[in-house]
Each structure stands twice: as C-alpha cells, then as structure tokens.
C-alpha cells in the first residue's frame, strides 16, 4: 500500500511554483557557502538537504492523511443515514436525493 500511495503522491501532487524564491535561496545559499571554509561549506550544504527532505517528508505525509480522510468521508458517505449511496443512483441517478424527493421537485 505505501507504493501505491506514493505513486498516487506523485500523480496528484502538482509542485508549487516557487522559482523566483528557489533561485534566490539557491544564489544567497552560494554566496554564502562560498565564503565559508570547505568542510563548513559541506555542513551548509547538509543542512540544506536535510531541511528540503523533512519538507518532503511532510508534503508527502499531508497527502497521505487527506487520502485517508477522502476515504473515511467516501465511506461515511456511502451510507449516509443508513442509505446506501449505490442504491440511491440505482434508484434515481442523483447523488444523495432520494427518489421520493425527486418526484415531488418534478410535481412543483
């Protein structure tokens, strides 16, 4: 399940357009790393990685919980009031309107 998640991350997630600040923070990260000595320069840098895989981790790990609550509500949905969602489009083929409903729109 964790593959097929990820797969879906990767599909749905659109990366947000932030090239202005990406270029910014990748010249700023340069002109100071460039000042630094080597093995300082090198910490920079791991920091740097580390700070953009934690928001990684937690783009991905949002996308996840809102999958799981998109289920929980499909789910709850499904039998809403003790109504089963497919017999209701079965019935009709309106979300969420019973038949009866229906019928006394039509009649107004």
């Known amino acids: ?3 097929r998640l990820d797969d879906l991350y990767h599909h749905f997630c659109n990366k947000q ?13 340069k002109n100071f790393i460039d000042g630094l000595s080597e093995a300082d320069g090198k910490a920079v840098l791991r920091i740097i990685d580390e700070l953009e895989m934690i928001c990684n981790y ?3 790990a949002s996308f996840i919980q809102g999958f799981g609550l998109g289920m929980e509500l499909t789910t709850e949905l499904q039998n809403y ?8 489009l079965n019935d009709c083929g309106q979300f969420f ?10 009649e107004n």
């Open 97 to 106: 309107m019973p038949k009866g409903e229906i019928d006394v729109e039509k």
């Open 17 to 29: 357009g932030f090239t202005d600040r990406m270029l910014s923070v990748e010249e700023n990260s």
């Open 81 to 88: 009031k003790g109504h089963s969602l497919e017999k209701q």
């Open 58 to 60: 937690q783009s991905k």
């Open 1 to 3: 399940m964790p593959i």
